[in-house]
């Protein structure tokens, strides 16, 4: 019995290393950016090839973004609903959130090519060339510039790395002393904390993805970006958890009943993105006044209708069918399935938030695209090792711990 | 015989009760658990536990096989999404086209929220009525109630039910697996010896609420099926008949009669300044009387007073109202307001005037080819008559509207339409350059066999 609950079991496996992850990440993000600028660019002002890059590296970007959001967002669920189940995977979650300061260091090159007068990827920043009285309104009222713009950001990162510090700080501490302070202490934060999620969130989506086209807005884009984000972050959990195991560690704390249960959770977002992103649809469609549906019509053509149409099935048909059934959920390979299937719809998706703004598509460049998002994948996935090299993967002290392993779904 | 008869009826006891299983009652769960998997392991199928709570891994120690519900109900929300989908295709593509707000017929994205609700609808009421019809509910009495131990089940004690129906149910050796895992008590469970019919208040009650539930329905049918000459029936008589005047109605309070009160003298409503400017009117109030005296005294009131005046007979539409028209335009010609124009002409008047304002803009072909004999072609705006319009009645046509085109003034703002104005003016020209209109360093190249060729790019 001592040896199923083995210490040796909670730490990374040695072969895992960070940097050969980091080196293969920046590798493809070189190839795909590589593939990017042989593409074949029309268009003036901003030479195409650079305005595909910073579209192509702000969508990858938002792609590992939201999935760290993601765990923060799970986290926060854990303590306000004070949760056990979840206690034995919910280190693996912190870890991933706790990578949020790391990202902030990623989003400087956008921040660089604002501060750079660049008009791409946000027109705004250029307002000679602005010739919507929309976007000038938000311009002149001092919303869309570049001080405002990077006083948020700094800001959504500061609000996001101290939510993330504090709840991984206790749950650190935790390991040492096992004092149930630092559970409560977690649980009082988790519901105030979850406003200030939504509402950075909210507008970090906005600022960050919607103001590429500021003359378009639609409020519920902000829980979009959650929505897809949630999905992929479940994902994410599913692959690290299986990969963990299969290497043989975490075997005796996350069970069957675990991988259903964020099997149901991938689930339930699929279905919720899907919602959400009709939702956001059928309002416009309905109401048909050009300044609105523009935002469609970009991308539904120059090659980028193509995308936009296979999103219905394979971010929501599909993949719904997939994994409605409670047997596939427990069903290691088809859970594994559907968690890479649901991080490669992630990538598309936010793909199609952001590229079309770029032009149209163009084959090379998109294959670019794609390598670049598998590095920025892998490099984020690095930074977990990172993180996770320096943590036990369970908090063997937590309270809630064995709740968690004897847990079980009822039968239907 | 007779003799037989008479000893049956004397001596009708009450038969004895019938046995239908062993129930055996546990301390914990624990125990229950234990005993439910070795009931299993013997075969037995018919069995049943009853907790006060749930209790995880009790399906799987019993032995109970995933139900098919979820399929049912899959099968159900598929129907619904399918009734849903050939319910909007019939009613709004085949049965009853209706055109709201221009959108397609058949299904569009707008039938996904109902075809939803389908959906949940039927799976919603196929999963309760399915889960009471598998689980052979609603059930009035079962026998477990006969004995009084039972009551615990609801407060803290487990229970392990066999029923004797199983196949391979044997009295004595149930009862003998049974008390080898130590129950805390093992009973037989004997049949519910009260009577199976419902009582005859219930029966009879049941029987009158439901001809009560007629009674409305009835009259309903029968007031839509006979006539009256009773006045209506006022049910909330002070909402009907409120103490309050409407437009033209007449009044006791005021010595006029009018329940409408006319502006009292001196005063400005809201917006009414505007009343005066050119700006917002496309002409020059002042100078009305020098073209139309008797219109003066109208035009000094407000402005709405001339959409009630007649144009004179005989006129011709488009000139009919004669008035002091801007002849200039009061927004200068520059880059912002010609843009400005551009876009809400585009958004606004295209569509029926066409891009290049010949009347030709998608509305117009579109009705043109549905031929139906109440549509007005758009006029052509390089017509003779609107290019020697003066700017103010072009100005005057888009905020008040003339003939059969509507007002645009919700819409747009008074600058907005001067910019209107402006572009249109600039697309009338640019249909009727002249060789002077070209700038010099362009002309070179530009022959007369060329200019037609130009136009009409």
């Known amino acids: 019995m001592t040896s199923k609950y083995d210490l040796e079991t909670i730490e990374l496996p040695a072969k895992w290393k960070a940097s050969t992850l980091f080196t293969l990440g920046l590798i493809l993000v070189f190839i795909g950016a590589v593939l990017g600028i042989f593409m074949k660019g029309q268009g003036s002002g901003e030479s195409a090839e650079f305005k595909h890059l910073i579209h192509s590296y702000l969508a990858n970007f938002m792609f590992i973004m939201t999935i760290a959001l993601g765990a923060l967002f799970f986290i926060l669920i854990q303590f306000v609903s004070r949760a056990g189940w979840s206690t034995s995977i919910r280190r693996i979650a912190e870890l991933l959130m706790w990578t949020i300061p790391f990202l902030a260091v990623l989003f400087v090159p956008i921040l660089v090519a604002v501060w750079s007068g660049r008009s791409v990827p946000y027109e705004w920043n250029a307002p000679e060339q602005v010739h919507s009285s929309v976007v000038k309104a938000k311009i002149d009222i001092g919303y869309l510039t570049k001080e405002w713009f990077t006083i948020r950001s700094v800001l959504y990162f500061g609000l996001w790395t101290a939510m993330a510090w504090f709840f991984y700080g206790h749950s650190r501490k935790q390991d040492e002393s096992g004092d149930v302070e630092h559970s409560l202490a977690r649980q009082k934060w988790a519901g105030p904390c979850i406003m200030i999620f939504a509402l950075s969130v909210s507008f970090a989506a906005f600022d960050w993805v919607m103001s590429i086209d500021a003359d378009w807005y639609s409020t519920i884009f902000g829980v979009y970006v959650f929505a897809a984000g949630m999905m992929a972050f479940f994902a994410t959990m599913i692959l690290i958890s299986m990969a963990l195991q299969n290497a043989g560690k975490v075997r005796a704390f996350i069970s069957v009943e675990h991988f259903h249960d964020m099997g149901k959770f991938m689930f339930g977002f699929i279905m919720f993105w899907s919602y959400i992103a009709f939702s956001q649809l059928l309002l416009y469609w309905y109401g048909n006044i050009p300044e609105e549906t523009y935002w469609f019509a970009v991308r539904l053509k120059d090659g980028w209708q193509y995308l936009a149409y296979a999103l219905i099935p394979l971010h929501f048909a599909i993949p719904f069918l997939g994994t409605i059934s409670r047997h596939v959920r427990r069903h290691r390979l088809g859970l594994t399935f559907w968690a890479a299937w649901a991080i490669v719809v992630h990538w598309l998706d936010m793909t199609f938030l952001v590229m079309p703004n770029a032009g149209p598509a163009n084959f090379i460049a998109l294959v670019g695209h794609f390598i670049g998002g598998a590095g920025m994948f892998a490099i984020f996935l690095s930074l977990f090792l990172v993180r996770a090299a320096k943590a036990p993967l369970v908090p063997m002290k937590d309270p809630r711990l064995p709740e968690a392993l004897t847990y079980a779904n009822p039968l239907l | ?457």
């Open chain 2, 1 to 457: 015989m007779s003799h037989n008869d008479h000893n049956s009826k004397a001596t009708k006891e009450p038969r004895p009760p019938k046995a239908c299983g062993w129930m055996a009652e546990f301390e914990n769960e624990h125990d229950l658990l234990h005993a439910a998997e070795k009931v299993r392991d013997a075969g037995y199928t018919k069995t049943d536990a009853f907790t006060p709570f749930p209790v995880h891994g009790i399906d799987h120690a019993l032995g109970i096989k995933p139900t098919i519900l979820p399929f049912i109900v899959l099968c159900a929300g598929l129907t619904g999404l399918c009734t849903a989908l050939l319910m909007q295709w019939w009613m709004n593509g085949v049965d009853y086209k209706y055109i709201i707000s221009g959108k397609p017929f058949g299904i569009t994205p707008a039938s996904i929220p109902v075809s939803f609700e389908l959906t949940i609808l039927f799976s919603a009421f196929t999963s309760v009525l399915g889960m009471l019809a598998l689980n052979g509910l609603p059930k009035f009495s079962n026998p477990v109630f006969t004995n009084p131990k039972f009551d615990r089940a609801t407060d803290d004690r487990f229970f392990l039910y066999v029923d004797s129906t199983d196949k391979y149910y044997n009295r004595e050796s149930v009862r003998e697996l049974l008390s080898s895992v130590h129950p805390s008590s093992l009973d037989e469970v004997l049949e519910d010896a009260s009577p199976s019919e419902l009582p005859r208040g219930i029966l009879l009650g049941s029987l009158l609420l439901v001809l009560a539930g007629l009674i409305p329905a009835a009259i309903v049918l029968n007031m839509r099926a006979s006539f009256s000459d009773l006045p209506r029936w006022h049910v909330f008589f002070d909402m009907d008949f409120q103490p309050k005047k409407k437009p033209q109605q007449t009044t006791t309070i005021f010595k006029d009669g009018r329940s409408m009160r006319p502006q009292v003298p001196g005063t400005v409503s809201r917006g009414q300044l505007t009343n005066e400017d050119p700006f917002y009117l496309g002409y020059d109030p002042m100078k009305v009387s020098s073209v139309d005296g008797p219109r003066q005294i109208y035009v000094s009131a407000t402005d709405t007073v001339l959409e009630t005046l007649q144009p004179p007979a005989g006129g011709d539409g488009g000139t009919a109202l004669n008035l002091p028209w801007l002849e200039k335009l009061p927004v200068e010609a520059n880059e912002a307001n010609i843009k400005l124009g551009k876009t809400k002409y585009e958004t606004y008047c295209s569509a029926c005037h066409g891009y290049a304002g010949f009347g030709d803009g998608l509305v117009a072909k579109r009705a043109a080819s549905l031929a139906q004999d109440t549509w007005t072609t758009p006029t052509s705006l390089h017509a003779d008559r609107v290019q020697k319009q003066p700017v103010g009645q072009i100005f005057h046509t888009i905020s008040k509207g003339q003939g059969k085109m509507a007002s645009y003034a919700s819409s747009l703002t008074p600058q907005e339409r001067w910019s209107i104005v402006l572009y249109v003016r600039a697309l009338q020209r640019s249909r009727n350059a002249k060789i002077e209109d070209v700038p010099v360093e362009q002309r070179s190249g530009l022959t007369d066999a060329q200019a037609p060729k130009t136009d009409g790019q």
